[in-house]
């Protein structure tokens, strides 16, 4: 049959041809014109042509005539060619003749005409395409209206051959078209049954699709032998056109479960060569009739999405776990073949679809976001964090570190005790803040250099982790300060230089200082006394109490012990403690605080207050009323969490300014604010606010109001005004009233991760299947029973016990010797392996 | 003091004669010891009963050829303590610096006498309270509804004199040998006898049973003497440096497998002992003949009417006769001493020699009784070091603070840290924790998230396997999500037929780092503790069941997990993406502008800056920053010129624009990606 061999010709040609079914209009004209005389001399026994006759060109036929010259090429690939016959004028045959015969186009084969086609039948290539094969195919493809016919033809096929059943909702469709150059293909091989009925797809278990798309369906009647039940079928799930019909009857021809005995990195199957997974059963001669069953009825759920091969492992020497049971080897060129232990069928077919799922989405989304996904994951490795990246840049300069004596497990406790004052810092050689500290060490060791009674010494932690956690250091970096005898103090002040260094100085003296002279008091009110600190300038508290004020001593002293290092405290209790608390016109207890030298002293009276209380009361006494606002004392005023009026000057403030701000600052006795201001050049990082506020730094001075801890509006004084305090006032009223616009509203973003991790779970899932299979099983229903528990779920599944000594069996050959004596007897004949008994 | 407390300990229990105890512990070997040594610590009320007259008797006969296995490995280049037990596998943890196995002997591979020398003068200095002499050789239950758990241990020894206790620690070891029986297994030579003098075996043909340690000991002693050696048994050899199990045959033995694969007369062979028989020819000579080959004769005829394989096939492997036959198949644990109703049960499979055991150490039969040491290595057997010193001295440890929690309400230790100590928290641990490296995928440290993320408590060194029982176990709370933190080899790396020396078998990329193959730390995040169901539910191979998220520090050559950009940076993001929140460090300076300009602030800034604890930073770091673009430099501002030229006609153009223009986030902190 020569026309059968063309066809399977065309079979690729027209693969090739669908997969670029881009009408190619410039191409060569394929549509013939001829007289009548020569077209029907030129006519060939069994060779199709279609026709179409004309006088001339009339205006009506002529769209028409345009689809049928873009047809001319798609019909050439079926053997069938177009011709334009033209009628002369005085022509009255049969077909040149009638008017309506004008309005038709004939299809011949050899000079036999086989039907005649109204020209709006062929209204675009599809319709004229399908409905060419379709007169040409008659006899191939069975049309049927009813189930009865379906079923009759389904029932004298069964044990001969498969059958096609292809529901178009109407001919002449592009679906129509597909399944007619299946045909053409296919025609021989299988039996094709057209339908544009809907009650048969739902007679034929369908009924869920709509009726509104095409379907096909693959019955599987060569395989029946019974008669009373219909085919099997296997539904094709993409749309209906050329390369996915071809697709879904290559895998149909394609044997059911494939025999594999070679290495399956080298097996090759048309369901990889299309694109699909192959899915390989681990089999062995103990199991092969189980393995079998279960490998068939695997590849019946997953026929048409995966293929199934059945691997005999005592013919392949695989080197892989002898759990495994199922291994699955994906079209994607360079992915090796994964082995899995699976318990039940159920998670194979799954694990297929969930692949095929993920391939889908990774294709739709692969153009999309495979920019964007280098971008982000090289960003993930860039250092984003201020200090380590510092301190990493910084590593190679060597640290000035000879003024730092460093302590280890054998000397930590030796050397506290040789010296009157040691100060520990505590760090961790790989911990960037700790590192960052030891730097700024490093220079308060220089400020110290020299000192008498204080050592600065460091311990290691990561070389000492022993003497880290005697001394409970639970933070890096942690400083310490040892006096002999005492207890440590542990210092909590900020992690700099200058407040280190003065921390250091400050609690050289021991706090509270007890004072015993009145002469003693007034000097070191005045910072003469001790001598240590009479170069620092420092503040002084000092206690002033009768003998009779015994509890409020004791707590004073708490309250200086807590304090030490971050205020000198002394106290005065000797009998002449009146002429003192006269002189400073307060009542004993009470507390007198100088600041800078003794220009003023402050009387603040004591009442009944714990030590907890004094020390609180104490840091509120120390702050200033309008003070300079920098980095290291903000956190001072944050605590008291109240609205921040600030003035921004770029260097000093001008005095009347200061002034008015300061008799604003003093305003009511429950101060509502905080009245501050700051330096630009001292603290240039403010210029960072004032654009964060206004977007560019206005002109200077500018006064602002922040509600840093309630709405976070941020209001600007009108530049325009002079800074009073009244028209201060004034402002602040409008401002409470609602009258003022803010400037902006600080962010009330969460500090959320700068970037992502790298999600290793994803990628553990995604290389590893079993994973997601394990939790999706547990997680979808945690009390459903495993199918392979439940007795009736025959569906040749094996149990994970019996895997396994089917494993064991087959990969240690040392094992598999165990058993009866005449195997082993046996075996030693015809194995001539020396290492085995 | 010691004497008082062993004294008032002694009290007899009401009116039997039983000596009564809160603990017994059966064995003075180095666990008996490690759990006589925290129960001293705790000042608990306990004894260790001995048989022997000193403690470490199984170390005074064993390894017969005296020399220890395990490395003595006296320098690291570091000196931090607990990271150097990483690779000191003889030493008892203890207190006491004197009592470092360094110090008892120089060698890499000790003699055992060492040992015997450090275990009794571990048992001395401490002071720990052991009974010699005294050979339990019954236990049995007295049920009571006071007890601690429902029962008492009653416990008699070879004099007849009973003890009673409330928890039992068997501590016992693995002693009794496997032996084989076969037809003419009476000819079998045991290891605990076989000679050790070499010259005893000069121009001897010896076939050796067993694949262990022991067998290769046996066989690198005879090496040079014998005509040549074969060694049988029922599996293929596995080497420790390929399963990275150090139960597994260690390369310090195994000059038999060079001599074998170099064809130097000495061979290996697999076969099932079961089907053995040996039969003894008229000149003592030893033939190896079937099982089967007897069952089919009548026994009583002589040598000569006995079919040999090489009858028939005259080429068989062991044809050859052998001058003797040496069986080293490794001990067993002594089952026979538990009466019935403490159902010790022999585990399955390979791991029938050992007891049946829960995760948690405590007997699968009965409760309060807990099995330590060697016998305890059903939990990890094939896996981690749970059977030797340096793997169940940690675990010993572990369930000590298991029975202070069950018993005496001390809930497992535990630090409480800050949230931003989390990921120095994690590093310091991975990088020193000893207990965590030896008992990889089988102790744990375990974070417990407080509310808000803004503080964690750290447990260390917690059994993995029952994670589930968290909240039960230790008396901690587990309300707001956990990380658990283990180390891992590659899973599908080790194993006896791998290969483990192929090309590219490192991962340096931190992104890679989920595939490492050697020994790396694993962090697994848990919304919420996973529950026993999903304990038991989790995948093949996996210590613990699917997190909500997992993150793997990348393998490191030097075991060194403190690269800031390879190491720390990628657990960093891991940990924030986790909590969902920013854990950088920030200067000073970034902290004042964001209490500026933020509502909110970054808990490095919340939890130091705030509370006075900036990190100020010398000059240099900030101008190291600036060059990295991670913090702005205001200070230029001012030469730039930043204001417009004319700033009166500019500020009005501001004024207009300050209202309509919001603050805008700092990219330039927020997003290092927009640099």
Redesign the interface.
Known sequence: MPAQKARWVFSFSLLLFCASSIPTQGSARLLQELSPQEYFSSLQAGRASLAYFSHNVSPGAQPFLEQIEHSAEALQDYGVSVVKVNCPKEDVSRYCGKENALRKAYLFRGNMLIREFPTDALFDVNSIVANVLFALLFNEVKYVETLADLQNIENTLKGRSNMVFAYVPATGTAEHRAVMEAAFVYGTVHQFVLTTEAMLLKDTGNGESDASSARLLFCHCQRATDLAQPCRRTAMGQTLTMLNIHRHLKLMGAPLVTEVAEDPEKVSTVHLQLGLPLVFILSQKETYEADRRTAEFVAWQLLGKAGVALLSRDLVDL?I?L?SNVALKTPDEGVPIKYL?LEDTDEVIKLVEDKNKVKRIQEDEEENEEDEDE???N????????????????KK?ELPLEQILVL??ETFHSALSETARTVVLFY?S????SL??L??YT?VADHLKGMQGVLLSRVN??????VCTAENV???PTIKIYKKGERAVMY????????LTSFIMLSRVSCPLKLATVDEAERYLRGEFPSELSSYHHTSLLGVFSTATNEARKAFEEAGNILTGHVTTGMYFEDDALALSRKYAVSPPALLLSRSGGQSVEGIALSKQSAQEMVQMIRYELLDVFPEIT??N???Y??LRKP?LILFGDGDISQMESKEMLKLAKGGPQQEFVACWLN?KK???????LK????????LPVLVW?N?HAG?Q?F?FP?EQSITETNVLSWLGKLKAGLE?P???????????????????Q??ETAVP??AL??S??RRD?SERRPSESPGGDTGVREEPSQETKAEKVG????D??GT??R??AR??QG?R???? | LGLALYAGSLRVASGAAFLYHDYCVIGAGPSGLQAAYFLQQASRDYVVFERSHAPGSFFALYPRHRKLISINKRYTG?????FNLRHDWNSLLSHDRQLLFQRYSRDFFPNADAMVRYLEDFASLLKLRVQYNTAIVHVTLERDGQAWNGHYFLLTDQDRQNYKCSSLLVATGMWVPNVVNFPGSEYVEGYETVSINPEDFAGQTVLILGRGNSAFETAENILGVTNFIHM?????VRLSWATHYVGDLRAINNGLLDTYQLKSLD??????L???AIVKDKKGKLH?T????L?NRNTSAGIDSITL?QD??D????RAPYDRVIRCLGWKFDFSIYNRSLRMMPGKGNKKKYPQIKPSYESRGTRGLFVLGTASHSVDFRKSAGGFIHGFRYTTRAVHRLLENRHHGVPWPS?V??I??LT?SI??RV??ASGLYQMFSVLADIILLRENATAFEYLEEYPVGVLAELEMQTGRKAPNGLFVIIMEYGR?FSGA?KDVFYYNRAVGE??H??QSNFLHPVIYYYKRLPTE??MR????DWPLP??D????IVEDFLTDW?A??AH???L???L??CL???L???????C??F?????????FCQQ???????????E???R??V??G??????L??FLG??PPD?RE??QD??L???A??????QH?????DE
Request: glycine letters at 6%.
């Open positions: 080197n776990l759990r232990v971008k982000e994951n960003s993930q490795d860039i250092q984003d964090d201020q200090v380590v990246e510092a301190v990493s840049r910084d300069r280890t497990e961790a790989w911990e960037a803040v960052a500290m730097r700024s220079k932690c990561w070389d000492w982790p022993s639970t933070q890096f909590d002040g900020m992690w700099g230089t200058e407040e980095v290291q903000l956190p001072r944050l605590q921040f630009l603290t240039p990082v403010g210029r960072g606010v964060a506020y206004f977007a560019t730094v206005p002109s922040v840093l976070g941020v600007k530049s616009i400037s902006s509203t600080l962010s009330e973003e969460d500090w959320k991760p700068p970037l992502p991790a790298y999600d290793f779970l990628m553990m079993e994973l394990h939790t099983h547990h945690t240690s050959p040392g094992r010797l165990r004596a005449p082993l007897a030693e004949k001539k020396h290492s085995e008994l | 570091k000196s931090n303590g607990e049988v048994s029922r599996s293929r061979g290996l062979l697999e076969g099932d079961e089907d053995l190896i079937l099982r089967f080959y069952d394989p028939e096939l080429n068989f492997a062991t630090t840290y800050p931003t100590q120095n590093i310091k990088n020193e599908n037929d931190a992104q780092a989920w169901h999903e539910l989790r995948p093949p699917r997190p998220a997992v993150h793997h403190t800031p950009n720390i940076l990628p960093r993001r891991f924030e993406n969902s929140t920013d950088r460090n920030f200067f000073a300076e970034s004042f502008l209490a500026f300009t933020r509502q909110k602030l970054p808990p130091g800056y705030v509370r006075m604890q900036g990190l100020v930073g010398s240099g770091l900030r190291h920053a060059e990295a991670l913090l702005e430099d205001y200070t501002a001012d930043d204001r700033s500019g500020s501001q004024l624009r300050d209202h223009i919001p603050v805008r986030p700092l902190l927020v997003n290092a990606k």
